[in-house]
């Protein structure tokens, strides 16, 4: 079990869980517009502590298509695998006009996941 802390709230996940919809479980009204499938980056959050040092091929992708590679994550690509804290940048609360925060992700990673360390996927993005 990991730790998730998110708006002053902690609680414990199976290291498996989609950190998007942990934050969401905790009910935390994170963005979801594409449905956590690494395109939309509404689920993006920043990290206060145990920023993964490995990512997804799509986020990394996905992050330097948008210009936002380094300055945030996409909750969607991630999993619970140990303790963090983080803040999510997009929610319903803080975004007019947006009347859900999307479908809900499978509970597994999509598209397809496979981790590497950060240099490793930029490289495989190239």
Known sequence: MSKLTVAGKTSEWS???R???????MGVHIGHRCGGHARCTTCRVTFVAGEPDTMTIAEYQKLSERGLL????????????HDMEVEPVMTLENQEGWSDTGPRPADVVEPKAEWLPKDEAARAAA
């Open 15 to 17: 290291t498996d869980k």
């Open 19 to 25: 950190l998007v919809n942990a934050i969401e479980d």
């Open 70 to 81: 380094g300055e945030y994550r996409l909750a969607c690509q991630i999993v619970c695998s």
